[in-house]
């Protein structure tokens, strides 16, 4: 079975500088891919960034980027320009290629932001 | 277009009640999901359907049951609360285009449920 592990259960940041979240996992697959979500106090589950795991290229959303190594099954996100809006946690997840798209979680990081 | 929603917001239960936690969805998304979220915790999946008629186990099934009559809604059912089911309740949803990274989950706003 797949498992993501985010070993960093809290960080913080200087409000415009650039906080790095750190998520592993584990698979047998060659293929699938992986997500970082937002979940702020509201508890709503917003998608901040997507990566499909055949594709060497990191993925890019605005301020927010990762750092995807394949071989170490490592997928960070990189907030740059951190914004107060910014705090929340977030959630490493792994969805498979085959099957019903079923995602799995990390335990997630709460960030904060310092002004 | 509420996409998915939720109903109720809030519950208090009593150990050994039962309750029906409702989603709907008007998105005709065909795969939909339920999560459970510990305090502090990422979330885990309990069910899931990817059509009507069908539904499947996910990580954490025991004490819940499902059902998926019509493409729109899929009730979460508690036979027998217990403090250990004390947690917030999402349901997602995604729809069936091939197996790309772009079907894209669309969760609804949670049911906080505590069991005392």
């Known amino acids: 079975a797949q498992t993501v592990t985010q070993s960093q259960p809290e960080m913080s940041v200087q409000e415009a500088e650039t906080v790095t979240l750190s998520c592993t996992y584990d698979t047998s697959e060659s293929d699938y891919y992986l997500f970082w979500y937002k979940q702020p106090p509201s508890r709503q589950m917003i998608l901040v960034i997507r990566?499909?795991?055949?594709?060497?290229q990191n993925a890019t959303e605005n301020r927010f980027s990762v750092n995807f190594q394949k071989a170490a099954k490592s997928f960070s996100l990189k907030i740059s320009d951190s914004q107060l809006g910014d705090a929340a946690m977030y959630f490493c997840a792994y969805r498979a290629i085959q099957g019903a798209q079923k995602l799995v979680f990390g335990q997630g990081t709460r960030l904060t932001i310092n002004p | 277009n509420a996409g998915v929603t939720q109903t109720p917001k809030f519950r208090i239960l009593k150990i050994g009640q039962s309750m029906t936690l409702q989603c709907t969805q008007d998105?005709?998304?065909?795969?939909m999901y339920w999560y459970r979220q510990d305090p502090g915790m990422g979330l885990k999946l309990i069910y899931y359907?990817?059509?009507?008629?069908?539904?499947d186990k996910g990580e954490v099934p025991n004490g819940y049951n499902v059902s998926r009559s019509t493409t729109e809604d899929f009730p979460l059912r508690l036979e027998l609360a217990a403090p250990s089911q004390t947690s917030v309740y999402f349901c997602a949803t995604s729809d069936f285009q091939g197996t790309g990274v772009e079907n894209e989950q669309f969760f609804g706003p949670g049911t906080r449920l505590t069991v005392l």
């Open positions: 359907s990817v059509g009507a008629g069908i539904t």
């Open positions: 998105m005709n998304h065909n795969y």
């Open positions: 990566q499909e795991a055949y594709k060497q």
